[in-house]
């Protein structure tokens, strides 16, 4: 079945510095959204992606989906403390939905 | 004021017991979702329902249990043949379900069950 690789795991960045989290799929998508999940809290939607080569972007954070709709990456620039969470992405499969395993990231003050 | 609630917020369970979820909604979604997510890991689906007293097995579905019988609430069983129960569950609705698309999911706060 299809699967989704999110990279990395965990990221550990200084505050102020970039963070790209990166979502791969081994089949072409028909879309794919993305979470974001603050400690102890549940995942809350951010964006979904349809469109091959969409690029779309929320304050700091950047969302692209790939030309061949098969990845797709979020950025953050300039972290800030409130970024602190786990970032996931989301893709349909068989008529279900399946989530990335999801990048944590830290930033230290 | 719209939104999913669970309860409780914590459970605690003896080992060999069933346990019943709660997940109620007032979207007025017709699709609700049980995940399971365990630490450090992403979430799992579970069971998940497209309709009112319908509903269709996810990736881990054994030892589990749900129903359907309202349009807001989707309550989940875990039974006592799941073996490793201990996790954060996270329920979640949207407005429907469709098969080439996937519509945005809210999540409720999620209980979190421990297994003595």
């Known amino acids: 079945g299809q699967q989704v690789m999110q990279i990395p795991q965990y990221q550990h960045v200084q505050e102020g510095e970039d963070f790209t989290t990166y979502c791969n799929s081994s089949?072409?998508?028909?879309?794919i959204q993305w979470y974001k999940q603050r400690p102890g809290g549940h995942p809350v939607f951010l964006i979904q992606?349809?469109?091959?080569?969409e690029v779309k972007k929320q304050k700091r954070l950047t969302f692209q989906f790939g030309e061949a709709k098969k990845n797709s990456s979020l950025h953050i620039t300039a972290t800030q403390t409130t970024d602190v969470g786990t970032y996931f992405c989301?893709?349909?499969?068989?008529?279900?939905?399946?989530f990335g395993k999801g990048t944590r990231l830290h930033i230290l003050p | 004021d719209g939104g999913i609630t669970q309860s409780p917020k914590y459970l605690f369970r003896k080992e060999g017991q069933n346990v019943t979820l709660s997940c109620e909604q007032n979207l007025n979604h017709d699709a609700m979702y049980w995940y399971r997510q365990d630490p450090g890991q992403g979430l799992r689906l579970i069971y998940y329902?497209?309709?009112?007293?319908?509903?269709q097995k996810g990736d881990i579905a054994e030892g589990y249990s749900v129903s359907r019988e309202k349009k807001e609430s989707f309550p989940l069983t875990v039974t006592s043949a799941q073996k490793n129960p201990t996790a954060f569950y996270l329920c979640?609705?949207?407005?429907?379900?469709?098969?080439?698309?996937?519509?945005?999911?809210?999540f409720g706060p999620g209980t979190r069950l421990l297994v003595l």
């Open positions: 089949t072409t998508l028909s879309n």
């Open positions: 992606l349809v469109k091959s080569g």
């Open positions: 329902s497209q309709i009112v007293n319908d509903f």
């Open positions: 979640a609705s949207s407005i429907l379900h469709r098969q080439s698309i996937q519509e945005t999911q809210y």
């Open positions: 989301a893709v349909n499969r068989d008529d279900k939905i399946i």
